[in-house]
């Protein structure tokens, strides 16, 4: 099982950025494809944007061209740059991990805790 943590979440200015990280450990292996995940307070999750293990990115079209997914060499860290945030990217954000075949929301997906971000006008 892979274990995420999540960090670099904060409050930052409308307009700003924020670059939040997600760091595996144990047996990332398996590892195909790593989300970045939103929860707004009232409303469900969503997912945002992911990588899978050829760098190949996924965005959403909420954060498409404002948001820039990335891994490191040893694909142990995923980033997500935020760029020209809004009011509205105001929510906790969760990173997860699948193995092929495996779909987020299944048993064998692995989740971190979340890192809230606040955006301000």
């Known amino acids: 099982q892979v274990q995420l943590e999540e960090s670099g979440g904060g409050s930052v200015q409308a307009g700003g950025s924020l670059r939040l990280s997600c760091a595996a450990s144990?047996?990332?292996?398996?590892?195909?494809?790593t989300g970045w995940f939103r929860q707004i307070s009232g409303k469900e999750r969503e997912e945002i944007a992911n990588?899978?293990?050829?760098?190949?990115?996924w965005y959403d079209s909420s954060v498409k061209g404002r948001f820039t997914i990335s891994q490191d060499n040893a694909k142990t860290i995923v980033y997500l740059q935020m760029n020209r945030v809004r009011v509205e990217d105001t929510a906790m954000y969760y990173c997860?991990?699948?193995?092929?075949?495996?779909?987020?929301?299944?048993?064998?997906?692995?989740w971190g805790k979340g890192t809230q971000v606040t955006v301000s006008s």
């Open positions: 997860a991990a699948r193995p092929y075949g495996i779909l987020f929301s299944q048993s064998g997906a692995s």
């Open positions: 144990g047996d990332t292996s398996d590892t195909w494809e």
């Open positions: 990588i899978n293990e050829y760098g190949t990115p």
